[in-house]
């Protein structure tokens, strides 16, 4: 029975994982909650996260980036605020977890994010997000929603809801040459974008596919 909390509160120091945190499917931790530091590395192939819920940044942000070198299952929410984010490895939320990160600079995604609960960007200040990967909420209604931060495709990516309204702010490409596409299937969600996608005369995608769409 997973029942055990870790708190970690480094203040302005370091926290450094190089080997599992949990096990999949076996003896995962009920929460891990760092509450402060400078940068979090969950560094190697071995340093995977099993738990039922993760906080990072809770008491104040991480002051540089949270990298995570493998993969992130987390029964529950996961709530992360900090200046960078790295996800060079799969995250992926079951039991109806939440995914929320806040991040003031880059959010570096670099592997796929599959979410039970809605996926939320809120940074309202000077976050961006390069994509690299997909995204896709699996409960009916789970949302996909980036408030302000700016979105710029490193590959072609797909974002998948069940119903659950997609909301973007600026997509952009990242080549000199236009080769990126978008898809969004959104089932009967609504898809809203509130500002350009790509610049005329300069970083257009290569192709917007909106497959599937209530409004």
Known sequence: FSDRTLTIAAGTGAVVVDDNIGVNGGLALNE???????????TGANATVD???LTIGSAT?????????AAVNVAGPVDINTATLTL???LTTTAGGTL????SD???LNAKITAAGSVHFDDATTGSISLGADIQTTDPGSEITVDEAPITLTTD???TTIGGTVTLDEILDDAAFSDRTLTIAAGTGAVVVDDNIGVNGGLALN???IQSAGD
């Not at 942000?61 to 070198?69: G, I, L, Q, R």
């Open 32 to 42: 891990l909650d760092i509450q402060s530091a400078g940068d979090v590395h969950f």
């Open 51 to 53: 738990v039922n819920s």
């Open 61 to 69: 942000a991480v002051d540089a980036d949270v990298e995570f070198d």
């Open 88 to 90: 060079d490895a799969a």
């Open 100 to 103: 929320t990160v806040t991040n």
């Open 106 to 108: 880059i959010a570096d």
């Open 157 to 159: 990516v797909t974002l």
């Open 207 to 209: 192709e917007l596919d």
